[in-house]
């Protein structure tokens, strides 16, 4: 008699990972202050999921735990223009390659792709132009910054906030302050790290006061944080490279922490990606800066990251991936289908959750 092959473990496969939410479920808006959000808080203990306000995050660390946060600041990215013919064109400028003059070519994503060749120029204002030097794998383009202006000051002026595609409206005023964390620092992101959005200056104070240390690293957050897995299995998934920088102040806090047994807490998925890639075999993070291309998912064992606070993230994405490593595949997805029941906001600038 034949065995019948094993089936596969759940949480394995790409579309173990589909959920089904209502286009009224996603924030397109932030709430109106940043720590009255809702959290919902699942213990792995299998305690009953429990409905709180992300302000009621003092009550559940403790003295000696490592609050661990990402400070890398969102980049202003989006550059709208036209080409010269007046037909609209768009320039998504992805990371800066350290070449051309004073730091001003970088790798794009543009619009239209099919225009806009090698050659091409794209006019954002009269003080900015962007020129394509070259195409780039993917699709993308080299392109080049033609200004007086610094490359800093030009996004500034003329750049435009990188929303998610699901957010389905123009960037506005707001966005440039709602769409960044308070303690946001060191710029080289196109997308925030979402969970931090949640703290005020205010929070974090009294979670200092409440004898937590809060450390500061940096990923810079790249566009292939939108990117659902277009693969059946998770395995042949190519995840992209982020560039990380954790100080050794922030790495000797979390060493600390762990060896007096205390729990180092994870404000996003960057941050967990950040430690874990970072980590030696024994746990211990390494300072200085680094790359990862690191996919955590089930089953992932994890050497730093004792508690998880997150958003709630798309469909077949690396991030709910990561979430079911850490919070078990089962309640994940569980958490997922309650804090649809019960009216939370998905993704950027929607509710949070805690997994502890």
């Keep these: 008699m034949s065995k019948k092959p094993n089936s596969p473990a759940p949480g394995s496969r790409v579309s ?14 932030p709430a109106d202050r940043r720590d009255q959000s809702r959290l919902l808080v699942l213990n792995r203990d299998e305690t009953p999921i429990q409905h709180r306000t992300f302000s009621d995050l003092t009550s559940l660390v403790s003295a000696g735990d490592v609050l661990v946060v990402n400070e890398s600041r969102v980049l202003p990215v989006r550059l709208l223009g036209s080409k010269p013919t007046g037909a609209p064109a768009e320039v998504f400028l992805l990371r800066p390659l350290g070449t051309g003059p004073e730091g001003k070519d970088w790798e794009a994503l543009v619009r239209p792709g099919g225009k806009l060749k090698p050659g091409r120029t794209v006019v954002v204002s009269p003080e900015l132009e962007v020129k394509i030097l070259d195409s780039a ?13 610094s490359a800093e000051e030009a996004l500034e002026r003329f750049g435009h906030m990188p929303l998610p595609p699901y957010i389905d409206r123009e960037d506005e005023s707001i966005d440039r302050e709602r769409y960044q964390t308070v303690y946001a620092k060191t710029p080289g992101s196109v997308a925030a790290p979402t969970a931090g959005l949640h703290f ?16 500061r690293i940096s990923l810079d957050v790249g566009i292939g944080t939108f990117r659902p897995v277009e693969v059946p299995d998770p395995a042949d998934h190519q995840m992209h490279a982020e560039s990380f920088l954790i100080p ?15 729990k180092v807490w994870a404000v ?16 211990r993070v390494r300072p200085g800066p680094g790359q990862t291309r690191l996919f955590i998912r089930p089953p992932y064992r994890f050497r730093v990251v004792d508690r998880l606070i997150t958003n709630f993230h798309l469909p077949r994405s690396t991030l709910l991936m990561l979430v ?7 309640p994940v997805m569980e958490a997922y289908h309650l ?16 997994v502890v």
């Design 248 to 262: 050794a102040a922030a790495a000797e806090a979390v060493n600390r922490c762990r060896i007096a047994g205390r």
């Design 16 to 29: 173990d990972y589909e959920y089904e939410l209502a286009p009224d479920r996603i924030a397109r808006y």
């Design 324 to 330: 079911a490593a850490f919070g078990g595949y089962h």
């Design 200 to 215: 005020t200056d205010t929070l974090l104070d009294e979670i200092a006061l409440r004898g937590v240390e809060i450390a």
């Design 137 to 149: 794998p993917e699709g993308g383009r080299i392109v080049r910054l033609m200004t007086d202006l």
């Design 339 to 354: 804090a649809i029941e019960e009216g939370y906001r998905f993704y950027s600038y929607g509710d949070a959750m805690v």
């Design 268 to 283: 996003g998925t960057t941050v967990v990606r950040t430690l874990e890639s970072s980590a030696g075999p024994d746990g």
